[in-house]
């Protein structure tokens, strides 16, 4: 399965943008999906997950009720809907796939594909 993030941008501090990862493969719609992101000089970091069905959702804190993560399977993409942006989400996004449908991940090493990434910059 390949993954393609877009999406980001720059924004000002307080907007939101909507982050898209499109899958190559039908069998997207069976993995669980999750996002990450990764700052200059910081590890990288979860920001989300939500299962195949799109059932079951789960939020790092820093994003809680500011960010939402969805999907379509219908068009073997997903999102991540970002409101109230901070300069703190100032980050590189990658959208990561799951073949395994236990559990939500939160680590990386979870997750078996990746897209590329899109670029984030939230200005003050």
């Known amino acids: 399965v390949q993954l393609q993030a877009s999406g980001g941008g720059l924004v000002q501090a307080g907007g939101s943008l909507r982050l898209s990862c499109a899958a190559s493969?039908?069998?997207?719609?069976?993995?669980?999906m999750g996002w990450f992101r990764q700052a200059p000089g910081n590890e990288r970091e979860f920001v989300a997950a939500?299962?195949?069905?799109?059932?079951?959702?789960y939020y790092a804190d820093s994003v809680k009720g500011r960010f939402t993560i969805s999907r379509d399977n219908a068009k073997d993409t997903g999102y991540l809907q970002m409101n109230s942006l901070k300069p703190e989400d100032t980050a590189v996004y990658y959208c990561?796939?799951?073949?395994?449908?236990?559990?939500?991940?939160?680590?990386?090493?979870?997750?078996?594909?990746w897209g590329q990434g899109t670029q984030v910059t939230v200005s003050s």
């Open positions: 939500i299962s195949w069905s799109g059932g079951r959702t």
């Open positions: 493969a039908r069998t997207f719609s069976y993995y669980n």
């Open positions: 990561a796939a799951d073949r395994t449908t236990v559990r939500l991940g939160i680590l990386g090493s979870e997750y078996d594909y």
